[in-house]
């Protein structure tokens, strides 16, 4: 009887665990290669039988005088047709009259085997089909240019199976019903190219104001690279990027061999020029606030075929008749100052701090010349526009608007602000210093708070643009965007409510089906009521008495003037109870506008604009008490660094304040005497690391004392 032995026992074990594990791994795999095998002539046999299928689809009957009426049109809020995506259609061109050259680039991009396939390319059906299942969505397309004027001419722009086989089938009819280059020549008519281009002959007309006779090979080979993303690779949109596009193009030519290398290299070194006044233009009646549109829609899931050619009725949020009213003020405040040139420019940005609707929307002021957003793309200094993030962190850390503050010179470390004009008055109430832009009070206040509650204030009210952890932002030496800053001062009108403006309304389908409608809008709670409350009063007395006087509307309203140092920029921002309105001045090149300041040119655009965006609403007040007539102020501007933190304010009452009027000038505009950024000398650099903080009070600086 043999004996037991553990480790053979072990051994045993180990041998048959193995094996089990290999033989498991190999069914694993060999159920893994059968399921592949089934799976592989399934899709083959499915594609045999389609293509049995389309060997036998009919021809469609009359197709080469079929005219497509797919046109999608954007409305404002009240029904004006502010834009449509025919506004370029030129008179259809026939196949001999476009170059060679041209019909070669469009092959070359879209369809390389279009004179060698019936309508589909399987190929490329089968690769597509492969890469939508690994994504678990239709993320390629694989369609021919018979595919493509299938869709163009019959079919939406939906990102489905059922789509796609609809397509397929239509093209296999298309090619019984056209030759080649009947096919070719209804594509290079209808194919949508980008700013309202239709067809190789209107982008030859919209881009380079040229017949297609005298185009040159890069600007042939610009057009064949547009059809992709006709938005993303339009030269008046993203100039560098249709470049690049425009050179894949050539360098496709010449893989197939239809240009040689040193054609390629010479048209890729070709500058382009553009024409000066695209004729799409003049018939879009809100150019900057289209383009949003057309990104929201993009965040929404429409592509931008579906856009352009899908037939949509689309009701947007804006308010056409301030809209018009802010194009004319635009151009003729703005000429009233001598600011004529091209890089002159101002921007306006309008919406409802009840609903979020976007009402009025501006990126400049001639769309022609520029179509750089300055809205949402332009980061400029906001000077004392910036002001109120500090008021409010101070409301915040306990002070009110009948506080007294020394309006004195003042310095911390090497910074030395100056206000305008070198004017200084003394003590005075915190909402005076507000009214009249005192940046000493400015300066004051930030080191009062600390920069870091002056940021944070900043980022929960909306602004999202990068931050300087530094002291001069007090006086506005950071760059902001307008959409930003005019979204904050909306929490103030609101009673705290941060609301995330929007311009849609409503998708319909060229059926009138309803394919989306806005939700309400996102509302966020990020002040206290009292606290929106206390800053709109302290704003209203910009208005009536201060920097912003002559952005009166005569009713109830509050703002704030801008201007940075040297008057490279100037700002306006400003609301009542239902509208919030920002409006930026200044050189693109970033020059001098002579003494241009926020109080003069953006306060009256913003007054006209704001005089017919508020009518629907009457003379509406906030639903805030007068908080200057029921917070009593005490003294804080004697103050010492004292450890003794149990009492910071004397007890005298402040008297009825005094006021500071702006002198008005008979022969100009009113001009303000805005606070600007500070005169300036090396800056505190504070890097990431947080200021210090006391869990109690600590005092306002007074003048003299040295940081």
């Known amino acids: 009887m ?11 074990k180990t041998r048959v665990s193995k094996n089990y594990k290999e ?20 899709v083959l046999g499915g594609l045999v039988s389609l293509k049995a299928y389309l060997a036998i689809v009919p021809p469609i009957a009359n197709l080469s005088e079929f005219r497509p009426n797919m046109v999608t049109t954007f409305y404002s809020s009240d029904g004006e047709v502010i834009k449509t995506f025919n506004a370029c259609t030129f ?11 041209l019909q070669q680039a469009i092959i070359a991009t879209e369809d390389k085997n279009f ?9 490329g059906l089968t690769r597509s089909m492969i890469e939508n299942l690994i994504a678990g969505r239709v993320v390629q397309g ?31 009819k298309i090619e019984k019903s056209l030759n080649k280059n009947q096919i070719l020549e209804m594509y290079l008519n209808n194919v949508y190219l980008g700013s309202g281009a239709y067809g190789v002959q209107g982008a030859s007309q919209t881009y380079f104001n040229k017949n297609l006779n005298q185009l040159t090979l890069g600007e042939m080979a610009l057009i064949a690279g547009l059809p992709q993303a006709p938005s993303v690779y339009s030269p008046f949109n993203n100039l560098n990027l249709a470049i690049k596009r425009r050179n894949r193009v050539l360098e496709r030519m010449y893989k197939m061999h239809y240009i040689d290398k040193d054609t390629m290299k010479k048209a890729q070194e070709e500058k382009v020029k553009l024409t000066s006044m ?13 383009d949003y549109v057309i990104r929201e829609l993009a965040r929404l899931g429409f592509t931008e075929q579906e856009i352009t050619s899908g037939g949509y009725k689309i009701i947007t949020t804006l308010d056409y008749n301030a809209q018009k009213v802010a194009n004319e003020a635009l151009i003729n405040d703005l000429n009233a100052w001598g600011m004529r040139g091209a890089n002159s420019q101002a921007a306006i940005f309008s919406f409802s701090p009840v609903d979020g609707k976007i009402l009025v929307y501006a990126g400049g002021k001639n769309y022609a010349e520029s179509q750089y957003d300055r809205v949402t793309q332009a980061i400029r200094p906001p000077g004392s526009a910036f002001k109120p993030f500090i008021y409010t962190a101070a409301i915040q850390k306990g002070l009110n608007p009948n506080d007294m503050i020394d309006d004195t010179p003042y310095k911390i470390g090497n910074w030395a602000p100056h206000n305008y004009g070198n004017k200084y008055r003394g003590r005075i109430p915190l909402y005076k210093a507000l009214m009249v832009s005192s940046n000493v009070c400015a300066a004051r206040l930030i080191e009062y708070v600390g920069v870091r509650a002056v940021i944070q204030v900043a980022r929960v009210m909306g602004i999202n643009t990068p931050l300087q952890y530094d002291h001069t932002i007090a006086l506005g030496s950071n760059g902001v965007k307008l959409f930003e800053l005019t979204r904050a001062y909306g929490i103030f009108a609101s009673g705290g409510y941060k609301v995330e403006p929007y311009a849609i309304e409503r998708v319909e389908s060229s059926r009138g089906k309803v394919l989306y409608s806005a939700p309400r809008a996102r509302v966020e709670k990020v002040l206290d009521t009292e606290v929106a409350a206390i800053m709109t009063s302290m704003l209203k007395t910009v208005i009536r008495n201060g920097t912003g006087m002559a952005a009166n509307i005569g009713k109830p309203c509050a703002g704030k003037t801008g201007t940075t140092d040297d008057y490279k920029d100037a700002w306006f921002v400003g609301y009542t109870p239902s509208v919030v309105t920002g409006v930026w001045v200044g050189n693109d090149d970033n020059t001098r506008m002579g003494g241009l300041t ?4 953006p306060a009256i655009i913003w007054r006209d604009v704001m005089r017919k965006a508020t009518e629907p609403y009457g003379n509406e007040d906030f639903g805030y008490p007068d908080m200057l007539a029921t917070k009593k102020g005490k003294n804080v501007s004697q103050l010492t660094n004292s450890k003794n933190t149990e009492k910071y304010y004397d007890d005298s009452d402040v008297t009825a304040p005094t006021e500071d009027v702006v002198q008005v000038n008979s022969y100009k505009p009113p001009v303000s005497n805005d606070g600007q950024q500070s005169y300036y000398v090396p800056q505190i650099k504070q890097g990431n690391a947080p200021v210090p903080q006391s869990t109690a009070h600590p005092p306002i600086p007074t003048a003299g004392q040295d940081f």
């Open 2 to 12: 043999s004996r037991y032995n553990k480790n053979d026992y072990e051994d045993f």
């Open 23 to 42: 033989e498991s791994e190999d069914s694993i795999f060999d159920t893994l290669k059968r399921l592949l095998i089934v799976g592989a002539a399934v």
């Open 91 to 101: 008179s259809k061109v026939s196949i001999k009259d476009v170059p060679k050259e």
């Open 115 to 123: 004179y060698n396939h019936n309508g589909y390319d399987l190929f």
């Open 142 to 172: 694989g369609s021919t240019i018979t595919q493509q004027l299938s869709r163009m001419l019959f079919l939406s722009n939906e990102q489905t199976y059922s789509r796609k086989l609809k397509e397929i089938i239509i093209a296999a």
């Open 278 to 290: 695209p004729k799409y233009y003049t018939l879009n009646k809100a150019p900057y606030f289209c």
């Open 598 to 601: 926020g109080g003069t040119v």
